[in-house]
């Protein structure tokens, strides 16, 4: 059995989820793992997703400072991608006690991509 998650790390996926818990943030989120592993340049964020520049860069600088995307610098550019690592760590963390102790899920479920269907 896995161990159990310190004071640390709750605090640390709760401010994780939180700057995810906005529509805005998880769109971009979603659009970077659309784009992994290259990403995309803020400009093409911004036009995929119909947001100003002032209001993409606050939300890209919050998604960063929680370790949720990456950027790097390209000539002019800045290019963010998902973090990878960090969303499966939030997904292991969520999941950990229903893949283990009751049994409510089963891990294969939870690794298993699956069509999204509304």
């Known amino acids: ?3 159990a998650p310190q004071e640390k790390d709750i605090a640390r996926f709760a401010d994780m989820m939180a700057a995810l818990g906005t529509e ?3 769109r971009i989120v979603r659009l970077l ?4 592993p290259y990403g995309l340049v803020v400009g093409e964020i911004g036009s995929e997703l119909g947001i100003p ?8 600088e919050k998604l960063k400072n929680e370790d949720l995307v990456k950027v790097r610098r390209e000539s002019t550019f800045l290019r963010y ?4 690592q960090a969303l ?3 997904l292991a963390f969520l999941f950990a006690e229903c893949c283990t ?5 089963s891990p294969e ?3 298993c991509c699956k069509e999204h269907t509304p």
């Open 101 to 105: 102790r009751n049994r409510a899920i």
């Open 24 to 26: 805005t943030r998880l």
């Open 88 to 90: 499966q760590d939030i």
């Open 109 to 111: 479920e939870v690794t």
């Open 81 to 84: 991608t998902a973090n990878t």
């Open 33 to 36: 793992l659309s784009a992994h």
């Open 53 to 60: 520049a002032s209001t993409l860069s606050h939300h890209l």
């Open 1 to 3: 059995m896995a161990d």
